[in-house]
């Protein structure tokens, strides 16, 4: 199945789980630590109150508030820098994006928008090209795609089908694949930093 059909088909927690799990992997963009966002996966476990989620979303912008300048002394004319400074802005979206409140229809949104956020960003840090358009990459046409946007691709499915097969049982998988995506895309960030000095 699809990238695109699974996000169609995913529940409000599956969704919620996508979007977070894609803004998690791109937490090293955000200047974030590694369990800034660990709250907002508690909120989804089966004991969870959704109304603490905007609560929690709230809080976790005003520890990442001071970001915002981040990547902004970049050398001009630098297309690695310049590439790197859109990653951050995309980053930024998914996270002012997130809804205060976590309803079906607005996760799904905002799961979908993550989605191709987070493609972006990886292409965009990926030193190879990639041929083919964003929206032919999540309906499933993967040739010739290059290795950093494909680990991505892969772990958003993942996320999505462990959640559609166990539920809130599938929460700690998709933090692990999370997690992992996020050590790859904060090592990339800093081999990219050693790069430019």
Same mark, same amino acid.
């Given at each position: ?7 169609? %088909?995913?529940d /409000?927690?599956? !969704?919620?789980?996508?979007? !977070?799990?894609? !803004? ?10 590694? @369990?800034? !966002?660990?709250?907002?996966?508690g ?11 905007? =609560?929690?979303?709230? %809080?976790?912008? =005003? ?9 902004d002394? @970049? ?16 980053? $930024? ?7 205060? @409140?976590?309803? =079906? ?14 493609? %972006?960003?990886? $292409? ?15 309906a499933?046409?993967? /040739? ?7 680990? @991505?691709?892969?772990? %958003? ?18 933090? /692990?694949?999370?997690? /992992?995506?996020?050590?790859v895309? $904060? ?11």
């Amino acid at each position: 199945m699809s990238l695109v059909d699974l996000i169609a %088909q995913a529940d /409000e927690r599956g !969704l919620a789980a996508s979007g !977070l799990a894609c !803004l998690d992997r791109c937490v090293p963009l955000l200047g974030g630590d590694d @369990e800034i !966002l660990r709250p907002l996966w508690g909120n989804l476990t089966e004991a969870s109150d959704t109304a603490d989620w905007g =609560g929690i979303l709230d %809080q976790i912008r =005003g520890k990442l508030g001071d970001s915002e300048a981040d990547g902004d002394d @970049e050398a001009d004319g630098d297309s690695d820098a310049d590439g790197d400074d859109e990653a951050v802005l995309l980053a $930024r979206r998914m996270l002012a994006a997130a809804p205060a @409140e976590r309803t =079906g229809a607005q996760v799904r949104v905002w799961a979908d928008a993550c989605s191709v956020a987070s493609l %972006q960003i990886h $292409r965009l840090l990926d030193p190879a090209d990639d041929p083919a358009t964003l929206d032919s990459r999540r309906a499933g046409r993967t /040739e010739a795609m290059p290795p950093l946007a494909a680990a @991505e691709l892969r772990r %958003q499915i993942t996320v999505l089908e462990v959640l559609a097969e166990h539920g809130a049982g599938g929460l700690r998988r998709a933090l /692990e694949v999370s997690v /992992e995506g996020r050590r790859v895309l $904060r090592a990339v960030v800093s081999r990219r930093a050693r790069g430019r000095k």
